[in-house]
């Protein structure tokens, strides 16, 4: 095994859907992490000692060898993407690839963070909401962003068996990890029939179902 397949620290969380584009990530392309846990529900992510990883209080943080740590889902999986360009979570063409980055912002950048457990901790505890507020508002935001989804993969010419072509990328990460914590946190998934159909090939994929979050050190058994 090479260097860079056994240099890399995932400091992660079982649920987490930022945490499972990164497994997802390093899956396809054949790498490892080593995991280190960090208990969001026990506010380990605003630690003294986290912080100074991931100042947004945020996960996954990955480190590669030493190197200072790397944040953000997407730009890891761009820097992965860079470390080791096959197999591909990119198209090779230019306006594919804006396609590619465009489906996977929708979700990873103006859908996911609005259900984040900052977000929720505000809202419960500053502006007031109650379970069903919460509920409601995880809801409404998560099917505004799967809804958006659905419509341009249900009409642009390059959705195929994935988001894109025949390949597994970045777009279907981002999807299949908006599902996966929507599974997590029991809330309906809206009748979306295509993302329903790329999330099934993908979960076929090996490195997505290792990534599924029932299956990673910390998830409650059932
Ligand atoms: N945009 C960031 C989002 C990171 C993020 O918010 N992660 C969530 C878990 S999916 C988290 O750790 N939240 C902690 C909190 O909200 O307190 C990314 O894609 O990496």
Redesign the pocket.
């Not at 944040?71 to 997407?74: A, D, I, P, V, W």
């Given at each position: 095994m090479s260097e860079s397949a056994t240099s890399f620290e995932l400091y992660a969380f079982w649920r987490?859907?930022?945490?499972y584009r990164v497994r997802v990530a390093l899956g396809l392309k054949g790498l490892q992490a080593r995991e280190i846990n960090i208990d969001?529900d026990a506010g380990e992510?605003r630690s003294e000692a986290y912080l100074k990883l991931n100042p947004m209080?945020?996960?996954?943080t990955l480190i590669h060898a030493g190197h200072p740590p790397m944040?953000?889902?997407?730009a890891i999986l761009e820097f992965l993407e860079e470390l080791q360009p096959t197999p591909a979570l990119l198209p090779a063409d230019l306006h594919g690839r804006v396609r590619v980055r465009s489906i996977a912002n929708m979700l990873?950048a103006d859908t996911h963070?609005l259900i984040?457990?900052?977000v929720r901790k505000y809202l419960t505890s500053t502006v007031g909401f109650d379970d069903a507020a919460w509920r409601a508002w995880q809801q409404h935001w998560f099917v505004t962003g799967l809804t958006a989804a659905e419509k341009r993969l249900a009409s642009e010419a390059a959705t195929g068996t994935f988001s894109h072509g025949d390949q597994p990328g970045m777009a279907d990460i981002c999807l299949a990890s908006v599902v996966a914590v929507m599974q997590v946190f029991k809330i309906e998934v809206p009748n979306t029939p295509v993302i329903e159909r790329i999330v099934q090939h993908c979960q076929q994929l090996p490195a997505f179902a290792a990534a599924a979050p029932r299956l990673q050190y910390g998830a409650p058994t059932p």
């Open positions: 987490t859907a930022a945490t969001l992510q209080a945020g996960l996954p944040t953000q889902s997407l990873a963070p984040t457990p900052r």
